[in-house]
């Protein structure tokens, strides 16, 4: 049996008011998927004497105060991501493609965002974002890993097909084993978190380029309806 995990109560909620249709669905991750997110949070934790100590795809035990090399801790980690977000979550810009590509792909299938955001009222600034960048689907706020929330996503889709993509290997796992039936897409936008990423279980692309998962994800789609 599947090892599903149970979304929590806000996510749930979110997913009971989006139309649910038997017809194939993208489950799709913001930050480092449709939105920049190294770069900015970069230039952010530069301005508060922040660096990370290697490219590796990790946050926590990845931060440094700059002047001393020392670590940041996990709270202090964390401190910084929320405070980003406070600062920065309207900012952000497009991935490259990703927005041309969303379209193209709309017209095969349903499109729901999926992202962890931390504070309930930085929902609004993220989904006016992606509306000017030319996104503007469903967007579902989770916390913690996904499993769960794309779980109760593909409730009452019938036998089509499901894809969710994401950054994080947490994600990516978690998915894959709550909902084993869905094709899983790892994608880190920056070239150099994207080099250093390893490869991860049952993952069906590994890209950092949405020309290429646009076309993944249309061959996918129309395979399915032969």
Not at 3 to 32: G, Y
Not at 56 to 82: F, P, S, W
Not at 175 to 188: N, R
Request: negative net charge; contains cysteine; aromatic residues 6%.
């Amino acid at each position: 049996m599947p090892n599903i995990e149970t979304a929590n109560a806000s996510a749930l909620q979110q997913i009971k008011e989006i139309e649910k249709r038997d017809h194939p669905l993208l489950i799709c991750d913001v930050d480092e998927v449709l939105l920049q997110f190294i770069p900015h949070l970069e230039r952010f934790m530069k301005d508060h004497g922040i660096s990370f100590k290697e490219t590796a795809y990790r946050l926590k035990a990845n931060m440094v105060y700059t002047q001393t090399g020392e670590n940041l801790t996990d709270d202090a980690c964390m401190a910084v991501i929320h405070n980003f977000f406070e600062s920065e979550v309207g900012k952000q810009e497009a991935v490259p493609h990703a927005a041309e590509q969303l379209e193209r792909l709309s017209k095969l299938c349903d499109i729901v965002i999926l992202t962890n955001l931390p504070g309930s009222h930085n929902k609004s600034a993220r989904e006016n974002l992606l509306t000017r960048l030319g996104m503007d689907y469903p967007l579902v706020t989770n916390e913690g890993p996904k499993g769960g929330a794309v779980a109760a996503l593909c409730a009452e889709r019938g036998h089509h097909p499901v894809i969710f993509i994401d950054d994080s290997p947490t994600n990516i796992i978690s998915v894959g084993k709550s909902t084993p039936h869905v094709q899983l897409v790892h994608f880190i936008a920056d070239s150099r978190f994207f080099a250093t990423a390893g490869d991860l279980p049952n993952v069906a692309l590994k890209s950092n380029c949405w020309k290429e998962t646009g076309d993944f994800i249309e061959n996918l789609l129309v395979a399915a309806v032969r």
